[in-house]
């Protein structure tokens, strides 16, 4: 663990940040970089961001191409079955379990990233219930999502590109520490037990208004997957949620991460900055991936058939 310590700190140290705003710093940064590819030329945008069943094929022109596009057509064609997305949800299991291991025992990993938040950043810090509250709404999201990834499957041969797979796998490893990031001034300063979890308190404004919100948006993810399930083949959604939204799911899943940065938030503050932070690369991420949605629609069923539906926030976007 030496080593990885070690690696903690020639990072940090490199770019002049501590733990938690490297977090927020990895969040925007691939915010900002996927929010830029998304405003690619056309020929660009085609090849590396749409996957699924809104990827378009690159290749099988009869005229030869320039070789700038064969390069482009090979870096584009390192891709990876679309099923992987299983992937990101058992990362995002394994995750919470290990964390949960680590903030139990005050683990080396634990160690290695809590003392190395700067002063300014442990002054106000969520409480131990607020950390193993969001510690279970998270294990929670990510279990039901594997559970969906595994009932929910159909056999398909859509690919993604593979830096889609791996930024989606950062952001799971990312998102699992910024859940408790942020409360690392109690957890150092209090050796947590078994007696932390129980509820010897009456629930907060906060807490009685956030937990039925994750409840209801997981239960409405959840409906829509079912429903997309359900159809015998890629069709426009009729399901009520979908009559006004183009992505309900990604509404779901936006609404799941606001409510969790609200959740999380230290004392003093409204919300968790670095799980906004999170919330960013999701509504960005699924956005650009909705407005691709949106076209596959228009090109399959006609400009009218998405003209009243929202991309993903209703009266926003």
């Known amino acids: ?145 594997l559970y969906e990834c595994n009932i929910f499957f159909k056999p398909s041969s859509s690919r993604m590109w593979f830096v889609h797979w791996v930024v989606g796998l950062a952001f799971y490893l990312a998102v699992s520490v910024a859940l408790w990031i942020e409360g690392a001034g109690a957890l150092l300063s209090h050796k947590l037990e078994l007696d932390d979890v129980k509820i010897t308190i009456a629930p907060s404004l906060r807490t009685f208004v956030c937990i039925p919100i994750f409840l209801i948006a997981s239960g409405i993810q959840h409906d829509c997957h079912h429903f997309l399930f359900s159809l015998k083949k890629y069709t426009l959604p009729t399901h009520p949620v979908f009559r006004r939204v183009v992505c309900p799911h990604y509404t779901a899943e936006c609404v799941i991460y606001l409510s969790l940065a609200f959740l999380a938030a230290p004392q003093g503050e409204i919300l968790n900055k670095t799980m906004l932070s999170a919330l960013v690369f999701v509504v960005v991420n699924l956005g650009v991936t909705a407005a691709n949605t949106r076209q596959w629609y228009m090109q399959q069923f006609g400009e009218e058939s998405v003209r009243e539906r929202w991309n993903m926030i209703p009266w926003v976007y």
Not at 20 to 40: E, G, H, K, P, W
Not at 42 to 68: C, N
Not at 73 to 90: C, E, G, K, N, Q
């Open 1 to 145: 663990m030496e080593l990885f310590a070690s690696w903690v700190d020639t990072t940090l140290s490199s770019m002049h940040m501590d733990a938690v705003d490297t977090l927020r710093a990895f969040f925007l940064l691939a915010s900002c970089t996927i929010l830029s590819a998304s405003l690619l030329p056309t020929s660009l945008h085609s090849r590396f961001i749409p996957y699924g069943a809104r990827a378009t094929s690159t290749t099988g022109s009869e005229s030869p191409s320039p070789p700038t596009a064969r390069a482009l057509d090979s870096v584009a064609s390192l891709r990876v079955p679309h099923s992987y997305f299983t992937h990101f949800y058992i990362v995002s299991v394994l995750a919470s379990i290990f964390w949960a291991a680590q903030l139990l025992c005050h683990g080396a990993v634990f160690q290695a990233l809590a003392t190395r938040i700067s002063p300014e950043n442990l002054q106000k810090s969520m409480s131990v219930h607020q950390v193993f509250l969001c510690w279970v709404f998270m294990l929670i999201q990510g279990a039901r999502r």
